[in-house]
């Protein structure tokens, strides 16, 4: 059984970082392509960073050269390196995969950020 288990959320000032963690189990990581996406209440859950198996990485322009999305094969982690944060990058930030056709997401870390 797939699990993605997210941590390193919280409350922080604008213009402050925070990186969140990842941890994978129940599948071959380091062939899988991961993913960050963020949500907030009434909005589409939106994407914010992924990064392909081979280590390329793709962000939307509201966060990139902001967010940086890492793995790391041997922990079955990836990361997300949040810096210059603003009010507007408050939301349940989850991680995602999909692996055998099936998707799956973590159950959400809240992402604070106070002006």
């Known amino acids: 059984q797939v699990q993605l288990v997210e941590s390193g959320g919280g409350l922080v000032q604008a213009g402050g970082s925070l990186r969140l963690s990842c941890a994978a189990s129940?599948?071959?990581?380091?062939?899988?392509?991961e993913a960050w996406y963020r949500q907030t209440p009434g909005k589409q859950r939106e994407l914010v960073a992924i990064?392909?198996?081979?280590?390329?990485?793709n962000y939307p322009d509201s966060v990139k050269g902001r967010f940086t999305i890492s793995r790391d094969n041997a922990k079955n982690t990836v990361y997300l390196q949040m810096n210059s944060l603003k009010p507007e990058d408050t939301a349940v930030y989850y991680c995602?995969?999909?692996?055998?056709?099936?998707?799956?997401w973590g159950q959400g870390t809240q992402v604070t950020v106070s002006s």
């Open positions: 990064i392909s198996s081979d280590g390329t990485t």
């Open positions: 129940g599948m071959i990581f380091s062939m899988n392509t």
């Open positions: 995602n995969t999909a692996y055998l056709s099936r998707t799956y």
